[in-house]
């Protein structure tokens, strides 16, 4: 399944897809033209995975097959995390499976993160995978986690299920599988509608220089 939008009420369901979901450049442009969409026309976002994972991360093969484009995968990937951090609407990652690397990065550029109670990891595996991490990269994680819990997680790549995920404050909340998009909609009941003017604003300026790093930066040879 490709990644798909669905309404509740204003409320946007972003569907990333329903296997690895990793980011192909095919990926990239499905999401991007469903954030146009919910941008457009909701309250509020949440972005899930179908079964097993959140989501993979970095299409490997492909950027294997594609060295000569890696600079502007990279880009492309990181305008997607910038896009999410400053989106002029509230927005929550239902992690429902795994969230690895690139994956987790996209969820950690929400507002908010509800994660499956019983199953999946949150992990920046970069540091066993030999793929130092971009400084956009660096600075997305660094901004939304105490600097020890950033250390851990990035300098370890400690998997971490709910329990520790919500001690580290890699999310807000954690429900069962059946669950997880309810609660994700519980917590932008309060805050949705906003003026997306407003928030989009408030958003860039505390996330400038981070959205700075990620606009500037390039995969590291």
């Not at 899930?48 to 990279?74: C, E, H, M, P, Q």
């Not at 805050?191 to 390039?218: C, H, N, P, Y």
Request: hydrophobic share 45%; proline share 4%.
């Amino acid at each position: 399944m490709t990644a798909s939008l669905d309404y509740h009420d204003d409320i946007a369901v972003l569907t990333i897809g329903d296997d690895e979901n990793r980011f192909s450049p095919d990926w990239l442009d499905a999401v991007g033209s469903l954030l146009d969409d919910a941008e457009a026309n909701a309250k509020g976002l949440i972005t899930v995975g179908d079964g097993k994972f959140y989501s993979n991360g970095l299409d490997l093969d492909w950027l294997i097959a594609n060295g000569d484009r890696a600079d502007w995968y990279v880009e492309q990937v990181q305008a997607l995390f910038a896009r999410t951090l400053t989106f002029p609407l509230p927005t929550v990652a239902a992690v429902n499976g795994h969230a690895f690397g690139a994956g987790a990065m996209l969820a950690t550029a929400h507002d908010f993160r509800i994660m499956r109670v019983d199953r999946g990891y949150y992990c920046f595996p970069e540091v066993d995978i030999n793929i130092p991490f971009t400084p956009g990269m660096a600075a997305l994680i660094q901004a939304k986690l105490t600097p020890q819990a950033a250390l851990v997680a990035m300098s370890t790549g400690h998997r971490f299920g709910s329990t520790e995920a919500m001690d580290a404050g890699l999310i807000d909340g954690a429900a069962p599988e059946g669950d997880l998009v309810d609660a994700a909609l519980a917590k932008l009941a309060p805050i949705a509608g906003k003026d997306r003017t407003t928030l989009g604003a408030i958003k860039s300026t505390m996330f400038e220089s981070v959205t700075t790093a990620l606009w500037q930066g390039r995969a590291r040879s």
